[in-house]
C-alpha cells in the first residue's frame, strides 16, 4: 500500500485546521542566500479543546505539515459557559495583549482575523476581544492561549476556595 492511500485511509479525528501565517525567512551564507519556510496552525476540534503548532522547512507544505503536527500533540481543554467564555480574562505573550470577555448569546464573535481563528476552533460562539499592543500573528496566537487556559469554570473556583458553586455566582 502506498504512502498516499495510507494517508487517505486515516480515520477522521474530527479536528479542524487553520493556516494562520507562513513566513519566508532568508538566511545569508558564504554560498548565498538560504531560503525557508514558517507555517503557524491552529487546530480544535470545536469543542473546546485547542491545540497550536509552528514548523520549519525548505517548502511550504513540508512547513505546514509539521506544524500540523506539532499542534495536535500539544492540544488543551479550555472551560466554557455554554457558547462563550466563563469570565472576563486576559491573555499576555511577550508585548501582545488579549482581552477576552463573555458575551450575550447572538452576539458573534467580535474578534480580528488571528484571535477569531484561535476562538472559532474551540467551539465559542458568543465573544468581545480586542489586542493590545503587538499584533504579530504568532505573539497574539500565544497570548490568547494565554488567556484561555487561565480560564476556571464555577465548580474548579468553588473547589479552590471551599465554598459551594452558589455561593461563588451569588
Do not use: W
Request: hydrophobic share 40%; glycine share 12%; net charge positive.
Amino acid at each position: 500500500m502506498a504512502k498516499r492511500e495510507r494517508e487517505e485511509l486515516k480515520p477522521d479525528d474530527g479536528l479542524q485546521s487553520k493556516l494562520i501565517e507562513v513566513n519566508r525567512i532568508t538566511k545569508t551564507t558564504k554560498g548565498g542566500r538560504n531560503m525557508r519556510f514558517a507555517a503557524l496552525i491552529v487546530v480544535g476540534d470545536g469543542k473546546g479543546r485547542i491545540g497550536m503548532g509552528t514548523g520549519k522547512a525548505a517548502e511550504v507544505p513540508e512547513a505546514i505539515k509539521k506544524a500540523e503536527l506539532k499542534a495536535k500533540r500539544n492540544m488543551i481543554k479550555i472551560a466554557q459557559a455554554d457558547n462563550t467564555i466563563t469570565h472576563k480574562t486576559v491573555g499576555k505573550f511577550g508585548k501582545a495583549t488579549v482581552l477576552m470577555m463573555p458575551a450575550p448569546e447572538g452576539t458573534g464573535i467580535i474578534a480580528g482575523t488571528t484571535v477569531r481563528s484561535v476562538v472559532e476552533l474551540a467551539g465559542i460562539k458568543d465573544i468581545t476581544t480586542k489586542c493590545y499592543g503587538s499584533r504579530n500573528p504568532i505573539n497574539a496566537v500565544k497570548a490568547v492561549f494565554d488567556g484561555l487556559t487561565s480560564l476556571r469554570t464555577p465548580e474548579q473556583v468553588a473547589a479552590l476556595r471551599g465554598k459551594t458553586v452558589e455561593e461563588i455566582l451569588g
